[in-house]
């Protein structure tokens, strides 16, 4: 066990409406990252949050927005939805003043875009 | 563009016998690389990491390896059981870039009884 938690664990949506995945950091971390992970590939970066503030974005279009909260708990929303967005959206906490990129995963929000 | 790949997509080896998985990288900026284990499910566990200044680097039963001057990195397993059986990954990223990783594609190990 990571301390990382997200929900929902599984979902599925049509084409075009929007859906929010929401991540707990583990206890004390206080930078969050989401990652996508289409089936049988690895993990791509979507961006970083860092003190409630983007800290780094991947190559993923602006209708793949976060937030996080104060508790440093965050979410992925994702509008427009198309079907390659169906993947499994990891979310990742760490510490950001470590310095090392260690992060610590959640088991992931499945998403099935039909 | 910058990329992290993997030699075999998957590898299957006797239970008891030393599993090798490697991977290449191409980003000479990276100075730090994580392997990572993915069983069915679950997200990413991290295994062991390793810095640029080193070259080896052994945890439980695990060694990785690193050559930089040929860009490839090793996970070496030894007494390979049953429980071993994933997905491994191999990542790399730099120094304090915002902790992003970029992640190989992924092979499969499957340890046969």
């Known amino acids: 066990e990571t301390g990382v938690t997200q929900s929902p664990t599984h979902l599925i949506k049509t084409r075009g409406q929007q859906v929010t995945l929401r991540c707990s950091s583990q206890?004390?971390?206080?930078?969050v990252s989401w990652y996508q992970q289409a089936l049988g590939q690895g993990p791509q970066f979507i961006f970083q949050?860092?003190?409630?503030?983007?800290?780094g974005r991947g190559n993923f279009p602006p209708r793949f927005s976060g937030l996080q909260f104060p508790n440093y708990s965050s979410e992925l929303n994702v509008n427009a939805l198309e079907l390659d967005d169906s993947a499994l959206y990891l979310c990742?906490?760490?510490?950001?003043?470590?310095?090392?990129?260690?992060?610590?995963f959640g088991e992931g929000s499945r998403l099935t875009v039909l | 563009g910058e990329s992290v790949g993997l030699h075999l997509p998957t590898l299957s080896v006797q239970e008891g016998d030393n599993s090798i998985i490697n991977c290449a990288y191409s980003?000479?900026?990276?100075?730090?690389f994580i392997w990572y284990k993915q069983e069915s499910g679950k997200g990413p566990q991290f295994i062991i990491d390793?810095?640029?200044?080193?070259d080896k680097r052994q945890g439980q039963r695990v060694t990785v390896l690193l050559n930089k001057t040929v860009k490839h990195l090793s996970l070496q397993i030894a007494a390979t059981q049953p429980g071993d059986s994933a997905v491994y990954f191999c990542?790399?990223?730099?120094?304090?870039?915002?902790?992003?990783?970029?992640f190989g594609k992924g092979i499969t190990l499957s340890v046969r009884p």
């Open positions: 949050y860092y003190r409630e503030e983007e800290n």
């Open positions: 206890s004390g971390h206080n930078t």
């Open positions: 990542a790399e990223t730099i120094s304090g870039a915002n902790s992003k990783l970029t």
């Open positions: 390793i810095r640029s200044n080193m």
């Open positions: 980003n000479s900026a990276s100075d730090y």
């Open positions: 990742a906490s760490s510490l950001q003043l470590a310095g090392t990129g260690e992060l610590f």
